[in-house]
């Protein structure tokens, strides 16, 4: 990751529905402009998180899979 995230999600060893729950709840408690990576190893957060952002209105910056660690990072947009 280029840039240096605000808050860390560590979401690994957990599966579909979880990661995307576990990240509404912290995108939550986190300030608009603020970034958060997300860490991941359930495959469905390729897609799920994509469409999170989307749907929500948050921006996501970077995404990447190493080794089937996937890693997000989201910058907080408006308010929910």
Same mark, same amino acid.
């Given at each position: 990751?280029?840039?240096?995230?605000?808050?860390? +999600? @560590?979401?690994?060893?957990? &599966?579909?529905? *979880?990661?995307?729950?576990? +990240?509404?709840?912290?995108?939550? =408690?986190?300030?608009?402009? @603020?970034?958060?990576?997300? +860490?991941?190893? @359930?495959?469905?957060? *390729?897609? =799920?998180?994509?469409? &999170?952002?989307?749907?929500?209105?948050?921006?996501?910056?970077?995404?990447? *899979? &190493? @080794?089937?660690? %996937?890693? %997000?990072?989201?910058?907080?947009?408006? *308010?929910?």
């Amino acid at each position: 990751m280029s840039i240096k995230p605000d808050h860390i +999600l @560590d979401a690994t060893g957990l &599966f579909c529905p *979880e990661p995307v729950m576990l +990240l509404h709840n912290k995108i939550r =408690d986190i300030a608009v402009g @603020d970034t958060l990576q997300v +860490l991941a190893t @359930d495959p469905s957060t *390729e897609r =799920d998180i994509p469409k &999170f952002c989307t749907f929500l209105g948050h921006d996501l910056l970077e995404q990447g *899979e &190493f @080794d089937g660690n %996937y890693r %997000y990072l989201l910058r907080k947009q408006g *308010e929910e």
